[in-house]
């Protein structure tokens, strides 16, 4: 069988910091080896018109004949019509958040500028997602909001994401420091991460002992996230080096990560391997999967309560222990194998 996984030029790289392209980069260097014939197809962005359009102009004109399966890795629009074309189709999906919530798009307001390219880019993007044969999600609740667009549930099919050794092999240590207590976030700096919930958290927090850390690249609402800190405990760090992730993480004593929507939420399971206790917002549309021990916080104030506890009584050992080994059962041979898989009934 031959199978061409489908990507912009760049996407299929490790240091990219995004979970995206994370997620290609692991998923072809899992397959290339296996019994099936892998390709990776990487598409030039033209100049002037995005890389979204210029994939999906791409695929028009290229000849998919040899290949069994097209896998398109994320959501941008594939505009080759099925009649025109042999191959089967599938996409990744990783979640439908501008189609279900569209508020959470933008982070920097909604101008006329943003409302026209939702309405003519980001949306048809997506919805052109469902137009694929064959879906692969990466949870539970993604699966839930295709069913709830109207694709149908015997074509969708559930590969999560994985973790690589950094996280996995590495022993934990107890975490707790007797002269500071760190609480960290790593991700992206925007509007539907919801870090303004545990800004207000922090600010809550009068002991000057309990340290946050904010890792993250300094865009979008940066400006107005440093408005909003009253604490002097708060620092806002610098995007999160590849090769310094686990020595970050690490460094923490617990792990907060209040976003209001997730397909999975990869750094949930991240910070869980390395044995630490993970906060969210406890209304957040987190799949059911990557929640299952995390704390969940419903208010900023109730926030800044489990954080004290914590420091004050540590994190139970059993409950710790169950969480690492449930983080640690997520990896990139699963997510591959699973793929596999669904390439193997499809043929």
């Known amino acids: 069988m031959n199978v061409a996984l489908l990507g912009i030029t760049g996407n299929f790289t490790q240091n990219s910091g995004a979970g995206i392209q994370r997620y290609m980069f692991e998923l072809y260097n899992h397959l290339k080896n296996s019994y099936m014939n892998i390709d990776k197809i990487e598409f030039r962005p033209i100049p002037l018109i ?14 998919f004949n040899k290949y069994d399966i097209l896998h398109n890795l994320m959501p941008v629009p594939f ?24 508020q959470f798009t933008f982070d920097h307001g909604t101008t006329l500028k943003d409302k026209f390219w939702l309405k003519l880019v ?7 997602t469902l137009n694929s044969d064959y879906l692969i999600v990466i949870s539970s609740q993604t699966k839930e909001e295709a069913i709830e667009l109207g694709f149908d549930k015997t074509r969708i099919f559930i590969a999560s994401l994985g973790l690589d050794g950094r996280f996995t092999n590495a022993k934990v240590e107890n975490h707790v420091k007797i002269k500071s207590f760190k609480v960290g976030y790593m991700g992206a700096l925007r509007l539907r991460k919801n870090i303004k919930f545990a800004i207000e958290a922090a600010n809550q927090i009068n002991d000057k002992k309990i340290e946050f850390e904010f890792w ?3 865009e979008y609402e940066y400006k107005y996230l440093i408005s909003q800190t009253k604490n002097n405990n708060i620092k806002f760090m610098s995007f999160a ?4 992730l686990v020595q970050i993480y690490d460094s923490f004593d617990a792990f907060v990560f209040p976003s209001f929507h997730e397909g999975e939420g990869l750094p949930i399971l ?10 969210i917002y406890k209304y957040g549309k987190i799949p059911k999967e ?20 914590i420091k ?12 690492t080994e449930y983080a640690r059962s997520f990896t990139w041979e699963k997510c591959a194998k699973e793929t596999l898989e669904v390439y193997k009934k499809l043929k």
């Open 50 to 63: 995005g890389s979204g359009m210029s994939f999906a102009l791409h695929t028009i004109f290229e000849n």
């Open 122 to 128: 980001v949306k048809p993007g997506f919805k052109s």
């Open 241 to 244: 080096p590849e090769d310094k």
């Open 312 to 323: 004050e009584n540590g994190y139970n050992e059993k409950q710790r222990k169950k969480a």
């Open 290 to 309: 990557v929640r299952k021990y995390c704390f969940e916080a419903e208010s900023p104030e109730h926030m800044a309560q489990i954080i004290e506890h």
């Open 270 to 279: 991240e910070a869980q391997a390395r044995g630490l206790p993970v906060i």
């Open 216 to 218: 993250g690249k300094k």
């Open 79 to 102: 505009l080759k019509p099925k009649l025109f074309r042999e191959s089967i189709l599938i996409t990744t999906a990783h979640d439908f958040q501008p189609l279900l919530y569209p």
